[in-house]
């Protein structure tokens, strides 16, 4: 369920509305008492943002690292002709990425990329069985990177441990959600601990 409740009790609540579609199908993702705080889909502007620096970082190394023998490589790269055409396959991309229906959700426990086709979902722990917090950053283009492990397997997730969202304009709001969703998360288990240690028997 969307915890609204829980969402006031963040340090910093999300100001970006949540895609009601999104809600529908991250919920079905989430474990017994889990709460989902945010659900969105990623931003056309990110993606072809990011792709486009990547095909421009692919330019320079051609050009850089260009041989005599490559010299009609170098050539397309220095027109424009060769710049234009990864440009052209970086939007080619980010189109079929937003069309493997993938969508984005914060809950209270995790972050999480799930697809609605034949991609395989992952999910992030934001602190994990040992207590490690998961890494959350905040990229250019308006990118939030999440690095982390999973609590258990779960045939319904992939293994790997790490993932892009893609939000433009609201990867701030969304990132301060996520923090703040951590910070809770580690306070209650320093609670915990401290709890332990004083109703320890001697």
Same mark, same amino acid.
């Given at each position: 369920?969307?915890?609204?409740?829980?969402?006031?009790?963040?340090?910093?609540?999300?100001?970006?509305?949540?895609?009601?579609?999104?809600?529908?199908?991250?919920?079905?993702?989430?474990?017994?008492?889990?709460?989902?705080?945010?659900?969105?889909?990623?931003?056309?502007?990110?993606?072809?943002?990011?792709?486009?620096?990547?095909?421009?970082?692919?330019?320079?190394?051609?050009?850089?690292?260009?041989?005599?023998?490559?010299?009609?490589?170098?050539?397309?790269?220095?027109?424009?002709?060769?710049?234009?055409?990864?440009?052209?396959?970086?939007?080619?991309?980010?189109?079929?990425?937003?069309?493997?229906?993938?969508?984005?959700?914060?809950?209270?426990?995790?972050?999480?990329?799930? &697809?609605?086709?034949?991609?395989? *979902? #992952?999910?992030?722990? =934001? @602190?994990?069985?040992?207590?490690?917090? +998961? !890494?959350?950053?905040?990229?250019?283009?308006?990118?939030?990177?999440?690095?982390?492990?999973?609590? &258990?397997?779960?045939?319904?997730? *992939? #293994?790997?441990?790490? =993932? @892009?969202?893609?939000?433009?304009?609201? +990867? !701030?709001?969304?990132?301060?959600?996520?923090?703040?969703?951590?910070?809770?998360?580690?306070?209650?288990?320093?609670?915990?601990?401290?709890?332990?240690?004083?109703?320890?028997?001697?």
């Amino acid at each position: 369920m969307v915890g609204s409740g829980y969402q006031n009790n963040l340090s910093t609540a999300v100001q970006t509305p949540s895609d009601p579609t999104a809600c529908g199908v991250i919920t079905q993702m989430l474990d017994p008492g889990e709460l989902l705080v945010w659900a969105g889909r990623p931003r056309v502007t990110a993606l072809v943002a990011f792709s486009s620096v990547l095909a421009m970082l692919a330019i320079c190394v051609v050009v850089l690292r260009g041989q005599p023998q490559n010299l009609a490589v170098q050539w397309y790269a220095r027109s424009g002709v060769f710049p234009l055409c990864l440009v052209i396959l970086a939007i080619v991309g980010a189109v079929i990425i937003m069309g493997g229906g993938i969508i984005y959700g914060i809950t209270d426990r995790r972050a999480l990329l799930v &697809s609605t086709r034949s991609w395989p *979902s #992952r999910k992030i722990d =934001f @602190l994990d069985e040992y207590r490690i917090p +998961a !890494a959350i950053s905040r990229w250019p283009f308006g990118l939030i990177f999440f690095n982390g492990r999973s609590a &258990s397997p779960d045939p319904r997730f *992939s #293994r790997n441990p790490s =993932f @892009l969202f893609f939000l433009g304009k609201d +990867a !701030a709001e969304v990132y301060k959600v996520a923090i703040s969703a951590q910070r809770k998360l580690l306070d209650d288990a320093e609670q915990a601990r401290i709890a332990a240690a004083v109703i320890k028997p001697r």
